[in-house]
T-cell receptor, first 116, second 112 residues
């Protein structure tokens, strides 16, 4: 599985955009980039995912570089409720043995603190 | 829809006791997973299943067992509980290979 590197912590002012970077230089051509977040030790919450094109949904935007070696999650107007641990994950490809599954391998993530 | 439901929410076990953590989903998902999360750490995969009757080991399977007799349920069995199994356990499911995982709210287990 491709490994990811994220900064351990970031701060953001409420109402401003939060830009969370992620490096995944060993990503394979058919592996997706996923973002999850975890608030107060609740179960992780899905945010967004993408392959090569930029993606946007009601929660966030995902910008993937052309070489796919890095990406940025953008929360356009951060609120205090966005304070959480954010995980950038490269999702494994189906195993060579033919049993397809899409497990997620979690790293340490980035602790985002949104302050007033 | 209830989504992914985990029971119990909290449990304290004595060393050597056994228990089963329950996980049920009502979304007809084929893929189900058990993760554990130690304090300040990311999630580690214990076991997973790609459908009823099919299970396989993840990164940290020792001390655990699973079964998948129905699509809905994926119980995790702890035999001979040890303090190293003190953790928060999360169950997750998804429908197809590249669909997002849905997580339960976790079971907080303490072994003393």
């Amino acid at each position: 599985d491709a490994k990811t590197t994220q900064p351990p912590s970031m701060d953001c002012a409420e109402g401003r955009a939060a830009n969370l970077p992620c490096n995944h230089s060993t990503i394979s051509g058919n592996e997706y980039v996923y973002w999850y977040r975890q608030i107060h030790s609740q179960g992780p919450q899905y945010i967004i995912h993408g392959l090569k094109n930029n993606e946007t949904n009601e929660m966030a935007s995902l910008i993937i570089t052309e070489d796919r070696k890095s990406s940025t999650l953008i929360l356009p107007h951060a609120t205090l409720r966005d304070t959480a641990v954010y995980y950038c994950i490269v999702r494994s490809s189906p195993s060579a043995g033919g049993t397809s599954y899409g497990k997620l391998t979690f790293g340490q993530g980035t602790i985002l603190t949104v302050h007033p | 829809n209830a989504g992914v439901t985990q029971t119990p929410k909290f449990r304290i076990l004595k060393i050597g006791q056994s228990m089963t953590l329950q996980c049920a989903q009502d979304m007809n998902h084929n893929y189900m997973y058990w993760y554990r999360q130690d304090p300040g750490m990311g999630l580690k995969l214990i076991y997973y299943s790609v459908g009823a009757g099919i299970t396989d080991k993840g990164e940290v399977p020792n001390g655990y067992n699973v079964s998948r007799s129905t699509t809905e349920d994926f119980p995790l069995r702890l035999e001979l509980a040890a303090p190293s199994q003190t953790s928060v356990y999360f169950c997750a499911s998804h429908s197809s290979y590249n669909s997002p995982l849905h997580f339960g709210n976790g079971t907080r287990l303490t072994v003393t």
